[in-house]
């Protein structure tokens, strides 16, 4: 069943060998997008298949920009049931909307907010049961607006990151990072954006089609997937290009009719059976379809 | 007439008119088979209204529609409330046959319908249920609520709307007071914010609903597309208060005889809404011209946001905050660009958990390119105007009705709460017209983005217009299409 769901977004991110060890583990994975095209989708797919049932992995979920319900609702449509995961401390989220860190005239520095931040990530790392920590997570949701919240100062944003980066070392865990690349096209200087491109090894970039818009493909996303030289060897850089269309898929599958009400996508079990004219019909929810259409 | 093979959806829907005319007694059923490859999904909301007008018209089967696999698998936030509402009265009377493709991928939708229509039918009048469990409030323009029925119809409660001004030309008033007299008209609190120095003296050029008479004489182009003339003239004999020109507005009307009760009114903006829908309890006008920073502001809407606080039993009244022209120059905040951000990100955040929406208007050519980007991605819905000028002849040949028009509405950004999956809309450029200097009109200028396997160019009429930031881009845009057209 999981065969099935791979697509072509996991085969440049090299997720579709075995889930064990985990691919992306010690590497930094920076997600590009613009105000026409989101990049959300891959961070969304990311957390799906880091909770697979075959990996063990744990997420530490840094939201500054949506709250717990709008990714529980989208997971779930997904096939992976977050409410199951974090409960399960297999996800946590620190949900960071409301975080304002205080003003510079007040004596207290706008990077005290961030480290007490890293401080949290940090405990919850090492909190964690041993078999665990190798395989952690952490994703950042929006780092303009984590620049936002730190007033505009964007190099304690680089120290924050560049302590999480080293988190990458330490533990072996994997940092994926959301930034939306049009803010600093027209900056002189975009040291935050080209500093995290340079920390990046895998740069994911979601732009609109250079002819416009389309209704069957969304946008084009561009992998970039730097060699890592501590596997067997060094492999070189790979670049793929797809066009990408992110779509609900229906299909009838067995006689009954499911609401998505917490079914876990290990055992796809369904709570509610409903007869409409005396027939009944089954209906699976979204997942996500990358349709491959140029080849890089 | 049956087993016969249609190609386009309008050919075969004036054949089923002409039968339905031309045979008033008999039994039989026409069936329509559409193979079509590429079948736009409004087409077929048009057929199947069109063979529903023509069934209620007789009183026997009429219609049986058969649609293509392809449509069991588009998203159903795009089978939108038309095709269900559709498929329901399809059901209720019981009259007509449907296909059993139609029969059983019809069935979650319907499901789901039945269950909407229910709850929005006992909730406030003004709050509409849409997919992806959000709850929808009219923006207070019709047009504008039409073109986002596929998202619910209207804008989500918790989301934030952001419209780009033109500084030449104040038309995100338009859009602003027809926003706020539809929160008013429905009983919704609002807190409006304002660079001015009297901003309780705005509240007197907000419009007042259009009164009916006017409404029955308005000549509605998409009714006639649908075949419906009949039904609406047979309605208006039955002297019914409301007569319906939408299809799709049956299911917004709560009780047939009060005006106030719609979803969405349209706006007489010769009228001044009468007084006693600004009391002070439902209207909070807060200046921020002197302030000296967004503290202030923040705190009033934090209290009023806290007010309309979101938990699971959803019967609270749905608040609007209207907050015009942030970072206008006269305000003192406005070159502390990242107070402004911050602002904004904390309103996004207190405004998500709760039953609310924000309109914020600002001009962006007073922001640095970046952070215009900020704002921009800050939004969830993003909406920008632009003005045309008067008296240009290049334009004039360009553009039909150009007399008419004040200016033009994009939309670049539609907010997508609860779902990953972004919407491609028909529309995206509009002409905002003052149909008789009244009514605040949108009409679609732009040709819907084509199907890549269906190979057909934008074809035979219509100009494909791109609005940009600014005005004079545009202008430009358009100069440079009108030089190789005369090419």
Known sequence: ?296 | MRGSLFESPAWCRVQCQRHCSQTPHKKEVPCVFGRPPQLPITKIIRLSAALLACHRRRSTPTAALSLPPRVCSLPPESLSCRLSTIYSWVRKTKLCSVDAAMATTKPRLSSFSRNLSAVSSSQTPGVKCGPNGTMFVSSGIADLDRYFEILGGGFPLGSLVMVMEDAEAPHHMLLLRNFMSQGLVHGQPLLYASPSKDPRGFLGTLPSPASLKHDKSRDRESEQEKGLRIAWQYKKYMGENQPNFDSHRVTHHYSGADNKQDYCNEFDFRKPLERHYFTRQRVNCVGIQHSKNLAALQEHCASFLAQHQRNDGSSALAGRIAIQSLCAPQCEHSNMDWEMLSFIKSLKGMVRSSNAVVVITFPPSLLSLSSTKRWQHMADTLLSVAAIPDEDKELAKLLSGYQDMVGLLNVQKVARLNTQVPLILEATTFSIKLQKRRFLVLECLNQAPVDGSSGSSYGTSGVFLQLSLTQKCYIEQLRMVSKEMDR
């Not at chain 1, 791979?6 to 613009?34: F, K």
């Not at chain 1, 920009?65 to 992976?80: M, Q, V």
């Not at chain 1, 561009?222 to 299909?251: D, P």
Request: with cysteine; charged share 20%; aromatic share 8%.
């Open chain 1, 1 to 296: 069943m999981e065969n099935q769901n791979l697509n072509l977004l996991d085969r440049a991110l090299g997720l579709d060998g075995p889930s064990e060890p985990w691919p992306l583990s010690g590497r930094v994975v920076l997600i590009e997008d613009c105000v026409e095209t989101s990049g959300s989708f891959v961070l969304h797919q990311l957390v799906k298949r880091s909770l697979s049932p075959t990996s063990s992995n744990v997420i530490i979920f840094v939201a500054f920009a949506n709250p717990f319900s709008h990714y529980d609702r989208i997971l779930r449509k997904l096939g992976c049931n977050l409410v199951t995961q974090r409960d399960n401390k297999r996800f946590i989220f620190f949900d960071m909307l409301m975080l304002r860190c205080p003003d510079v005239d007040e004596g207290k520095s706008s990077e005290g907010g961030l480290v007490l931040l890293y401080e949290k990530i940090l405990k919850t790392i090492c909190g964690l049961p041993g078999d665990k920590k190798d395989y952690v997570t952490i994703m950042i949701d929006d780092i303009s607006l984590v620049e936002v919240a730190a007033n505009g100062g964007s190099d304690y944003v680089l120290d924050f990151l560049h302590y999480c980066h080293a988190l990458t070392s330490e533990f072996d865990c994997s940092l994926i990072t959301l930034n939306h690349e049009d803010i600093y096209s027209s900056m002189e200087r975009p040291t935050l954006i080209l500093q995290m491109e340079y920390l990046a090894d895998i740069l994911i970039k979601a732009e609109p089609l250079s002819t416009g818009l389309a209704t069957d493909v969304h946008g084009q996303l561009t992998v970039l997937n730097k060699g890592t030289s501590h596997r067997l060897g060094r492999s070189g850089n790979k670049i793929h290009n797809f066009h990408y269309k992110l779509y609900v898929v229906l299909w009838r599958k067995k006689l009954v009719i499911s609401i998505d009400k917490g079914y876990s996508s290990e055992k796809r079990s369904f709570r509610r059976t409903y007869h409409v004219n005396g027939r009944l019909g089954f209906w699976n929810l979204n997942t996500l379809c990358v349709t491959h259409l140029l080849n890089g």
